[in-house]
Structures are given as C-alpha cells and as structure tokens.
C-alpha cells in the first residue's frame, strides 16, 4: 500500500495538485470526503465542520480542556469531538489498504505507521495571494474579501497550520524537515509538475 | 544554460548528491574548486579561507564595517574582500555558459539571474549527527569531537546559513521557500535519489 500525503500553504495550489496526481496515478483521493462523511455522521453542515476543525487544532486541545468557558464561538465539545473522529477515519482509510492520496490533515503524521510520501507544496507569497484573490473574484461580490484580509487570512491559516505540526510532531521548523519533499509550485504549470512528482514519489517508494 | 544549486543543511548528504547529479547529467561542477580559486589568487591555505568564508558571511558584513576592532580572530578586511570576489567567481561562472551544478556558497541568490533550479538538501537531525560522527571516526584521534560539540557546530553552522539568507533573500523562513524543491534524503539512497532528482530537474527547465 502506497500512500501520498499533500499538506500544503494556503494559496499554494496544493489541493489542486493533489487532485491531479491521483487521477494520473489512477489511487483513491481523499479531501473534502473526509469531512463530508464526518459531517453526515454527526448530521452537522459541512462548512461548519471544515470551520470547526480549521479552528480547534491540536494546539487548541489542551486549552479546551483547561478552560472550556472561554471559547465563545464553538461548542469545545464538538470540536474535540471531531477531531478524534476525524483521526478514526484516517485510521480507517490506512486499514482499507488502498494507494491513495490524501489532502491535508495532518494525515503523514496521523498515519506515519503506514510510511506515507510526505509532500509538503509552498509557493511564493505573491502568487499565493494572486490565487486566493481569484478564487475571491467568484464570490458573491458582498462577500469577497480586500487584498489586506486575505493576506491576513493567510498569515492566520499557515500560523495555525504550523503550531498544529510542532505539537504533533514535536519538531521546530529548524529541526530539519518533517516532509520528505518540498516543492514550490511557483515556477511550474500544476499539469507539468503532476508528471514529475508522481514519478519522483513512485521511485521513492521503490527505494 | 542551466544551473542547479544545490544548498544544504550541514550532515544532511547534500554534497555528495551533488557531486553525483552533476556526474550523472555530465554537468560542470563547483564546489572547493571556488574555495581553491580563491586561496590561490590571495595566496592563503584553502582551509584558512573556507574558514574565513564560513565565519564571516553576510551577517558579519555590517558589524565589520562598523567595528574593524571587534573582530580579534580574522582580519575583517581579508573576509570582505574574500566574499566579494567569491560574489565575482560565481558571476565569472554563470558567464561561461555551461550547464552546472554548484553547491553552496549562497550560489541561487547572487545568481538568480540567470534562474537556477534552486534546491535545498536536508535530513533529519539523527541521520545528520550519525552522518558527521561517521567523518569524526576517521579523523586523528586526538582531533575528534565528541557527539555533543559536533551538534553544537550542526546548530552553529545552520543558523549562521540561515540568518545570511534571511539578509540575502529578505524573506523568512514562514514566507514560501526561497527554494523549488526540497529534498529530505533520510528514507533514500543518495544513488537512487540522484536519478531521480536529475529526472525532475530537467522538467523543470522544460516547463
């Protein structure tokens, strides 16, 4: 069993990349499926699960724990709730036993038993920020966020991204990486970069 | 004319891998032979200058032009002098025109010109002390160092590289990466990784 997992910079086209690298290796994908199904478990909205688990990572479980009172926005108990939940079903689609390819959720740490590629894709600040304002621009126009917000968003998510994996995986960014490849997708076409980096995993699993 | 640039975390294999890339694509290749160049122009032992260089980076230069006095163990002078015309051999090297492979020396920044393929080389900290411990053993005796002062100098020589490419590039290290690919070489034979990274390489020039 072969897995890929793809954690990513906000903004990077990671998810994207991700999605291709499946279809081109013919391996199951697993992204939004994740928190569908743990949505349809707990009869909760999608979105409002993806919220809850974007904002109650492990660097927020001991404080929950400690002091359940102070989180205004989110039920501490749903959130922990699904978080283990979600670590279950991780779980569960190591013990399925096929190759896949899994977006984010820190599932290279959750399922390193398994000796998953860990890929992490970064991208150049600039073009980040040129991404998520497109994806902005399909907003209904009440709702789209200015330059300065998203920029804002961006510092937030990859802060809290990268707190979550200190905790996890006890290292500091200095420590070396805890990914076996970092690809900055600044430079590339995502089409052209899915070739080389199936081909690069494959033969990392072969060594 | 293509260039890769291979920059590392000190223990982590990166100098090896790319004396072998540039075997395996039959590319020029730089590495002492700068140092070497440098020592003869000024008439100095090489180990001298390459100690001078590693001491004295970019995050020297200011306070050594401020405060010559301060600097009881080199000759600030001698260390400018050195880094600027290292700036220039590399220029020179990038004139020549020939496809390479040039390690170190903060080569992708001064020569970003000209669009290296910039890679970094690391490994987890593990396989760096056993890597370096590996080279201790077949030191003098009397010479070695021990476990602890050989993590000192892993830590040492890793900040002092990434606080000159914070000067060089103005970006932190949250900010994307400087780098288009990063390589963790724990989980490979640096043999095998070497094809493989050839391979992805020359996609990206085509791209």
Request: hydrophobic share 35%; charged share 30%; with cysteine.
């Amino acid at each position: 069993m072969k897995i890929i997992t793809i954690s990513r910079q906000f903004g990077s086209g990671g998810r994207e990349l991700g999605k291709r690298l499946a279809d081109h290796l013919g391996w199951d994908y697993y992204d939004r499926e994740i928190i569908d199904q743990l949505a349809a478990e707990h009869s909760l909205e999608p979105d409002y699960v993806k919220n809850v688990l974007a904002n109650h990572g492990w660097h927020n479980l001991q404080l929950s724990y400690r002091n359940s009172f102070s989180h205004a926005l989110y039920d501490p108990g749903i959130g922990t709730q699904l978080m283990i939940r979600e670590r279950e079903i991780l779980q569960e689609i190591g013990a399925l036993g096929n190759d896949c390819v899994i977006i984010g959720r820190d599932a290279d740490v959750i399922l390193e038993d398994r000796h998953p590629f860990r890929v992490f894709i970064c991208a150049d600040i600039e073009k980040r920020l040129e991404r998520c304002m497109r994806h902005e621009k399909k907003r209904p126009e009440e709702e789209q966020l200015s330059e300065r917000q998203v920029l804002r968003n961006i510092r937030r998510i990859d802060r809290n991204r990268a707190r979550t994996r200190e905790i996890l995986t006890g290292r500091m960014n200095g420590d070396g990486s805890t990914f076996d490849l970092t690809v900055n997708t600044t430079g590339w076409e995502i089409k052209k970069l899915t070739g080389a980096l199936a081909d690069f995993a494959l033969r990392w699993f072969e060594n």
